[in-house]
């Protein structure tokens, strides 16, 4: 089976830092672009943040400056660094996988695997 796993989530305070990873198995990521997503209750899902196959990234106006987003292929893995954590921020984030040949990546288009999420918990 092929398969994103979320991890790295938990409690964190206002303003703290989270490093997010997302781990696949069944398949290699070299050829994929990575988005990560949020969803809050309530709320709809959100994009976040993608990377291209080049390494090239994109970052939502609510977590720009504030988020990296890299890639790890020899470990086959993605990684989101959240910095200057705010209450909003918290949701379960989900990462997903595109086969594109595009050289930047989209956040909003359609992705091939999703992961199970990972909850991020902002509180004082």
């Known amino acids: 089976q092929l398969q994103l796993v979320e991890s790295g989530g938990g409690l964190v305070q206002p303003g703290g830092s989270l490093r997010l990873s997302c781990a696949a198995s069944g398949f290699t990521l070299d050829y994929y672009a990575i988005g990560w997503f949020r969803q809050a209750p309530g709320k709809e899902r959100e994009g976040v943040s993608c990377i291209s196959n080049s390494g090239g990234t994109k970052y939502a106006d609510s977590v720009k400056g504030r988020v990296t987003m890299s890639r790890d292929n020899a470990k086959n893995t993605v990684y989101l660094q959240m910095n200057k954590l705010k209450f909003e921020d918290t949701a379960i984030y989900y990462c997903?996988?595109?086969?594109?040949?595009?050289?930047?990546?989209?956040?909003?288009?359609?992705?091939?695997?999703w992961g199970q999420g990972t909850q991020v918990t902002v509180s004082s």
């Open positions: 997903a996988a595109a086969v594109t040949t595009d050289t930047m990546c989209v956040i909003q288009r359609r992705y091939d695997y």
